[in-house]
Structure formats: C-alpha cells, structure tokens
C-alpha cells in the first residue's frame, strides 16, 4: 500500500467533501442527536459508497491506459466545473425521517440512510473511481477516501460552523476545484502523449 496514493486521495476527497451536502446533512444530524451514534451511521454509509466506487474504479481501470487516463482527466474537469458552476442551493431534498428514539440502532441507521443516499453517485464518489482507475492501489485509494470522507463528517458533525467562521465556502470549492483542474490537466497531458 503506497502511502503516497493514500495521502493525494484523502487530499483531495477531504477538500471535495467540505463543500458537499453529505457534510451538511452530517452537521445536521450532529446537532440533533448523539455525536457518536452519528458518527457511526456515517461512517458505516461511507464505507460502503467506497467499496461500491472501488468497484467502479476496478471496472474503468480494465481500458487501454491512454484511455483511462482521458476518462479520468475528463471526468476530473467536469468534477471541478460541478464544483465551480453547481455548487450552492442543492443541500435542501436530503432530508431524513427523523428516527422515532434516539437509540443506537435507530440514530446510526437514519443516518447511515440520509448518508448513502446524498453520496450515491456523488462528486467524490466519481473521484475515488476515478482514483481507484488511475492508481493501481485499491487499498491506498479506498483507505484514503474513507478516512478523508469520515474526518469531513467528523468535522461536520463536532461543528462544522466553526470551520466556517475562519475559511469562506468559497476559498474551500475554489482549492478543491483548483485541485481537480490540475489533476484533470495532468491526466489529459499523459493521454495525449501517451
């Protein structure tokens, strides 16, 4: 496992991720109910939207590399543009049943649901993919993504406000799409030239 790969996917994920509203319905969640049942939910849903992104990555990795690398690089430009152009207004439609107790099993769970379904087919879903195919290191990229995805909910969760108060929204999506420029630059410049 290279912990290089690891660290430019949790990178990248962490800063895609802050914008997003799965760390908002997280933060949400988070001042309703216990911290930690929360937490669980959230990390459990993770899990299984980076096994599923993994899978996908795996899949779109089996193409001659030159192409990998054009997908990718494509799929990394329109990720920073969504970011740029599409980002505001669409954390709203999310919301959750609230669960009928606050148990365990019925906090975690509504939280696992409201999770899996705001990150299904998600910015950073598309970017573990598309890390999982360029990077031929499932458990670097997996482990990357997963830590990067469950901080920002931790974060979220613990007050995400605060963040909010030091770093404008704006310079987060504007270093994350930065980010996803050059990535999608770079991998366009290896397809081309082969």
Same mark, same amino acid.
């Given at each position: ?15 895609? &991720?802050?914008?997003? %509203? ?16 929360? =937490? ?28 990998? &690398? ?14 740029? =152009?599409?980002?505001?207004? *669409? &954390? ?5 049943? *609230? ?6 099993? %019925? ?26 195919? %360029? ?54 410049? %290896?397809?081309?030239?082969?």
């Amino acid at each position: 496992m290279s912990l290089t790969v690891l660290a430019i996917t949790f990178g990248i994920v962490f800063l895609a &991720e802050l914008p997003d %509203k799965t760390a908002l319905a997280s933060l949400v969640l988070g001042t309703r109910y216990r911290a930690s049942y929360v =937490f669980a939910g959230v990390a459990a849903a993770m899990a299984v939207m980076v096994g599923l992104a993994l899978v996908a990555g795996q899949l779109l990795a089996l193409l001659p590399q030159r192409w990998v &690398e054009g997908v990718t690089g494509l799929l990394f430009l329109a990720g920073a543009a969504m970011l740029l =152009f599409h980002h505001g207004g *669409e &954390e709203e439609g999310h919301a959750a049943k *609230e669960p009928s107790s606050n148990s365990f099993w %019925k906090v975690a769970g509504a939280s696992f649901a409201v999770v899996a379904v705001a990150e299904f087919g998600d910015l950073t879903q598309i970017m573990t993919a598309n890390l999982a195919a %360029k990077y031929d290191d499932p458990l670097a990229v997996g482990l990357g993504a997963w830590l990067a995805l469950c901080a920002v909910g931790g974060i979220a969760i613990a007050g995400g406000q605060k963040l909010l108060q030091y770093v404008p929204m704006k310079v987060i999506v504007r270093v994350a799409a930065g980010v996803m420029l050059l990535m999608g630059g770079f991998s366009l410049f %290896k397809a081309v030239t082969g």
